[in-house]
């Protein structure tokens, strides 16, 4: 008994052929997960953030961005991952056995375009830069994404509240702030936040690492996006121009409270509010009491970080504010400047005399 072959997709010798770009599969579920491509269908959404996937298995992977959960663990140091194929490019750092392998530091990457960008950690290079003000950047993707902050187009909204954002990674993180979530927990304060790289942020505050590190100058930032802006003021990098003053800078949301005398971070003890959420989280140390920063010749902690640094000149003599009129030299900037007012003629009071003199 013959069988026609009828126009169902059916290929007699791969099986079931997509009508649209060809391609064969061996049983019609897996043309079925296919056909997505074509269709932009994605039937499996998150129920915290509504982003939906195509693929069922891609679901649970989501999830653990909200939960933090971690269940793939290295048996050499402990480091945890969220996905399998995380851990097996982790190994390869213990086994060496990563086929492309770093000349300078041996990290050992599963791709060649990962060894690529990671040389430029060393080299410094950038070679993707902006027409417009001149910044470069190690990465195509990381640029088109700084392109937008010139043309102002922010793509993804929030069909709650009509917030838009950049990039859609943004809005995903936004959306839980309408949820109220917060599934990620301090387990020294029990303080809680809607996205774990917030909690991440948050534990240094107790632990005073700052683990982002200036290569020229030497400062240390807790968070990556500060020592970015930080990086600017070493290249001159100025890319926003204030409509107000004509004032270039390089963070014009920052710039433009002091214009508007905005202070969006308040203390929740006291109510005092601050211009920049570094400001806050240094005030929180007076109701904590917490003083991260320990000088290792005396032992005397500080809860801020310029107060030890004009503490550690007591014990090194350094000066490295020298005035331009007389070449006198001090550890401090502001008295520096009111020393200043010796040479321009403005009258000392006698406390400003007194540390001057000492």
Sequence with gaps: MSMKKHNTGMDETHGISCEICKTSFSCSSHLTRHMRIHTGEKPYSCEICNKSFSRKGDLPRHIRVHTGEKPYSCNVCGSSFAQSGTLASHMNVHTGAGPHICQICSKAFSAKGLLKHHIRTHTGERPYSCEVCQASFTRDS???????????????????????????????????????EKPFTCEICNKSFSRI????????????????????????????????????????EK????????????????????HTGEKPYSCEICGNSFARKS????????????????????????????????????????????????????????????????????????????????
């Design 142 to 180: 990381s640029l088109a994404r700084h392109m937008k902050t010139h043309t102002g187009e922010k793509p993804y909204s929030c069909e709650i509240c009509g917030h838009s954002f950049i990039q859609k990674t943004q809005l995903t993180t936004h959306a839980i702030t309408h949820s109220g």
């Design 197 to 236: 790289g917030q909690l991440q942020k948050h534990i240094r505050e107790h632990t005073g690492e700052n683990p982002y590190c200036c290569n020229i100058c030497g400062t240390s930032f807790t968070e990556k996006s500060a020592m970015t802006k930080h990086m600017k003021r070493h290249n001159g």
């Design 239 to 258: 890319p926003y121009s204030c409509e107000i003053c004509g004032k270039f800078v390089t963070d014009m949301t920052r710039h433009m409270r002091t």
């Design 279 to 358: 400001n806050l989280a240094e005030h929180m140390r007076i109701h904590s009491g917490e003083k991260p920063y320990s000088c290792e010749i005396c032992s005397k902690s500080f809860s801020h970080k310029i107060s030890f640094n004009y503490h550690i000149r007591t014990h090194t003599g350094e000066k490295p504010y020298p005035c331009e009129v007389c070449g006198t030299s001090f550890s401090m900037k502001s008295v520096l400047a009111r020393h200043m007012k010796i040479h321009i003629g403005e009258k000392e009071s006698p406390k400003t005399h007194k540390e001057l003199s000492s």
